[in-house]
DNA sequence: ATGAAAGCGCTAACAA
DNA sequence: TTGTTAGCGCTTTCAT
């Protein structure tokens, strides 16, 4: 690889000159300009991020942090992210944590070793100290989709207790009353404030919570698939009338239980979904659903960051709330 | 950030010392490491990989460079690397061309700038002479899914000339002969390898080629859902039999537009697809496929990678064709 | 077993 | 406008 000393010599110039010309900050003669310009042409000289990283303590680098890479929701946040971040020459680096604390911390380390400018973390763990000690140490960080209550960080996150009442409420105006939910990892702050949202709306309508129509825990496709399999043979006798999941993945994997053991939706069962379902357009029935907007939020996290490197803004702590509307189909019965 | 010397002062040692320890490479007393060690956790210490980076010309990040991100396919790719470059310490930039040929070269050129270790590369450009600037640069290219005839370099691929030709001839035993086909853009070698088994099966059929029934270019799934529309549109009178989408985007494109043209599969109309949809268990009816094992080929080429930077095999340019069988469902209505 | 010092490729303060 | 030089944080050679 060339380096700028060689473009130096071959161009009789100094290497400061050179970087001079490279990055147009002060000024240089149109003839010296000119001709270091040609050399490096010639030479297919490029500079060397690594060493400018080293010395401006800058390396456009930015770490995406979610709990599952094969997840369409986060996968849409990350192309938000990448379309108002890529043009200003940052990159992305992606990681996935499996919904796992250890890996999390990890992860975040090896990003902090590499010295990225920001990492956007969509968190699952709720030992906030230990995320506290990264922040403490200079690290920045934006919390998307999930937040902690006690971290002083900016996030960018949905409204998720309000839509899920909403939704349940619309549910519970259709006449149901046997309601079931399909959680994620409670310990997740978007998991719990969802169902939160569950709750409060049983509530207010004086719908009993039954227990036995609530599964924990099952975060992805396949758990889900397995653990909506057991509610139902558990509750075959009386089974919930809707099921509320708390995700796209769990909606599909719920939506493959239910079919599997031949309930029809909405026939036999209801099901709604916070988030929309991977190609929704050919799944029948269309699923009426709490729409979410991830590219937004991708969007909105890039902006944000992108004020925070300027310098505008740096110290307030800033909190993104993305509102998210019902969209009502087909998948609920009206009793 | 606190910087080994800081650590060397505070142990009173000499930095070389604490480097010593750190990478454990030379020998040092258990008295002196201890000591050291104590320091390191006391004060929070923790590399600098970007001065590593530069000292050691390694810098432990792979680019990925794809053309579309939205595509599963490729975050299938994308999980099957990470899942064998991650253990030892690699971190992934994923990049995404838009299969434009411009935002391919810059994206590469950014790469080198940032002198990742190695890319893995699924090409959407037919300029070869341009990438082999890269290469003689000394960058390592390890081309994925796709590959350039004229390029020296490593590459994971399918099969994809012979398992087309397989599942068209499927297609040509069940009695059709009005065959259409939706390529993506045939400049990239899985497109125009895809498209050539297609027509060598027809052709060893004695089945005319319908020009009016091949859709080119549309390589996504929105481009695809308009040009099916045009092509059925066209040939309202006398409609294909059958179509072959030449990927999992495209076959999802074509199956959202037949369905909002009323056209049933397989009844109205059969539909092949290479490669998988998106949550096939819970669409009607099942395709016809030829299943590609994304993560597989993943994993392949991480492996090579590792294999490439041990030092083994330095020099010898490999090709690992992943092979891709036929999984026939009920989207082909039999003649 | 340990320390001193050079140097990776670059930028920027200072001098000229 | 240009050159000289120090230094970013680390590794490693060469002494000791």
Redesign the interface.
């Known amino acids: ?1 060339v380096t700028i000393k060689q473009v130096a010599e071959k161009a009789n110039v100094s290497t400061a000159t050179v970087s001079r010309v490279i990055n147009g900050n002060y000024p240089v003669s149109e003839k010296v300009k000119n001709k270091v310009m040609k050399t490096i042409k010639e030479l ?1 000289y ?6 400018r ?2 010395k401006c303590n800058k ?1 456009y ?1 930015v770490g995406m942090v979610v709990p599952d ?2 997840n ?1 929701y986060f ?2 946040i ?2 938000g992210v ?1 379309s108002v971040i ?1 043009p200003l ?1 940052y ?6 944590t499996d919904e796992n604390t250890d890996k999390e911390l990890r992860l975040l ?2 990003l ?4 990225v400018d920001y990492v956007l973390l969509a968190s699952s763990t709720q030992e906030d100290h230990k995320l506290q ?1 990264f922040i403490d ?2 690290m920045n960080i934006i919390m998307i989709d999930t937040s902690l209550e006690n971290l002083q960080t900016d996030s960018v996150v949905e409204d998720n207790y309000n839509a899920t009442y909403k939704l349940i409420s619309y549910v519970i105006d259709q006449g149901h009353k046997r309601i079931g939910a399909v959680n994620g990892l409670l310990s997740v702050s978007t998991a719990k404030e969802r169902y939160n949202g569950f709750c409060k709306a049983l509530e207010d309508h004086d719908i009993p919570l039954e227990q036995s129509y609530i599964v924990n825990g099952a975060y992805n496709r396949r758990k889900t698939y397995e653990e909506v399999k057991f509610m139902i043979q558990r509750n075959i006798n009386k089974l919930p009338t809707v099921l509320f999941a708390a995700n796209n993945d769990m909606a ?1 994997g719920a ?2 239980a239910l ?1 599997e053991m031949n309930l029809k939706i909405p026939d036999d069962i209801s099901l709604v979904s916070f988030g929309d ?3 929704a ?4 029935p269309r699923l009426t659903i709490i729409s979410q907007n991830a590219v937004l939020i991708g969007e909105k996290a890039g902006e944000l960051m992108l004020k925070k490197v300027s310098g505008n803004s740096e110290h307030d702590i800033t909190k993104v709330t993305i509102p998210s509307e019902i969209i009502i189909r087909n998948s609920v019965k009206s009793i």
């Open positions: 690889m297919g490029r500079p060397n991020s690594i060493a990283s080293l390396t680098m890479i094969s369409n996968m849409d990350a192309r990448e890529s020459g990159s992305l680096i992606f990681c996935s380390n090896a902090n070793d590499k010295r000690k140490q200079g599909e939506m493959i079919k379902i991977n190609l357009e050919l799944i029948e």
